[in-house]
């Protein structure tokens, strides 16, 4: 897979990615948009893109850790690795993403 990358004077640049380094470095981008959103001047943001998800399941690192795998629409594949005590928090948070989602919009 490549990345192409264009600069402010039209060149072109392509970085290649194996297939399996595409979903960290999904969520390393992400942590560096937070890190430069918390840096910005108090009022100024960011625009922020949701990643639309497509579906997801629970499943199984190759390690034995749980996770979730989650499809975005773009096709890109990602499992998140919790542990057991975030499963538990996770479970504790449902109740309220319940009432979220049933929750009518005035």
Do not use: C, Y
């Given at each position: 897979m490549s990345?192409?990358?264009?600069?402010?004077?039209?060149r072109n640049f392509a970085i290649e990615?194996?297939?399996?380094v595409v979903a960290p470095m999904i969520a390393i981008m992400s942590a560096h948009g937070?890190?430069?959103r918390a840096a910005l001047p108090r009022g100024e943001d960011l625009p922020?893109?949701?990643l639309d998800v497509k579906n997801f399941?629970?499943?199984m690192t190759p390690e034995g850790d749980?996770?979730?795998?989650?499809?975005?629409s773009s096709g890109v594949?990602?499992?998140?690795?919790?542990?057991?005590?975030?499963?538990?928090?996770l479970d504790?948070?449902?109740?309220?993403?319940?009432?979220?989602?049933?929750?009518?919009?005035?």
């Open positions: 990345l192409l990358l264009i600069d402010s004077e039209g990615i194996e297939p399996q937070n890190e430069l922020i893109q949701a399941t629970i499943a749980l996770g979730w795998q989650i499809e975005l594949l990602m499992v998140l690795k919790f542990s057991k005590e975030q499963f538990r928090a504790g948070q449902m109740t309220e993403v319940r009432q979220l989602v049933d929750r009518i919009v005035q």
